[in-house]
T-cell receptor, first 111, second 114 residues
Framework: EDKVVQSPLSLVVHEGDTVTLNCSYE??????LLWYKQEKKAPTFLFML????IEKKSGRLSSILDKKELFSILNITATQTGDSAIYLC???????????FGTGTRLQVFP | EPEVTQTPSHQVTQMGQEVILRCVPI?????FYWYRQILGQKVEFLVS????????KSEIFDDQFSVERPDGSNFTLKIRSTKLEDSAMYFC????????????FGPGTRLTVL
């Protein structure tokens, strides 16, 4: 059965800290891995990764994929209170049109 | 920037009643999806829709569920006879051709079945 596992489930940090969120997967015919940020409403798209070793970067957020070890990390540097959210990892497969989600990591950033 | 919109934001219904959840996908998107998230659990796929027909559905999407694109903009999810376990956040998503797996999500409809 396909699965996506995120760790940690929850993380509490202070503003200015750097955090690393993990996502591992076992998905048949892997196609891509996506990161979303979920605040009170819609999961908002952050990154899509398809190739190993190529870092995607947007401001203080960056992500990288390792297709050999079947995981991805999402880094957030110099965290701000506005980074507080649930970060979702989802995987796409050539076998299906759906996204397979992990449970998410809840990040809380305190001033 | 275009967004997926959903209405209502919150729906409360009695068990056994029919509900229709509405979504307006991003205008140039051709692939549409419904997911749900029961409180404290993962986001789960329900159904995908392309070219006016269901392209894939999960085991959750049984005969109680149906989807429709009644016009050029709306995409609806109908639950014919709601059960307590249908209480969840329902997300609509859409994507366009050529963007891989990137799906854009709406804000969700929280369905509460009493």
């Amino acid at each position: 059965e396909d699965k996506v596992v995120q760790s940690p489930l929850s993380l509490v940090v202070h503003e200015g800290d750097t955090v690393t969120l993990n996502c591992s997967y076992e998905v048949t015919n892997f196609r891509s891995l996506l990161w979303y940020k979920q605040e009170k409403k819609a999961p908002t798209f952050l990154f899509m990764l398809t190739s190993s070793g190529i870092e995607k970067k947007s401001g203080r957020l960056s992500s990288i994929l390792d297709k050999k070890e079947l995981f991805s990390i999402l880094n957030i540097t110099a965290t701000q209170t506005g980074d507080s959210a649930i970060y979702l990892c989802a995987v796409g497969s050539y076998n299906t049109d759906k996204l397979i989600f992990g449970t998410g990591t809840r990040l809380q950033v305190f001033p | 920037e275009p967004e997926v919109t959903q209405t209502p934001s919150h729906q409360v219904t009695q068990m056994g009643q029919e509900v229709i959840l509405r979504c307006v996908p991003i205008s140039n998107h051709l692939y549409f999806y419904w997911y749900r998230q029961i409180l404290g659990q993962k986001v789960e796929f329900l159904v995908s829709f392309y070219n006016n027909e269901i392209s894939e559905k999960s085991e959750i999407f049984d005969d109680q569920f149906s989807v429709e694109r009644p016009d050029g903009s709306n995409f609806t999810l109908k639950i014919r006879s709601t059960k307590l376990e249908d209480s969840a956040m329902y997300f609509c998503a859409s994507r366009r051709t050529g963007t891989g797996d990137t799906q854009y999500f709406g804000p969700g409809t929280r369905l509460t079945v009493l």
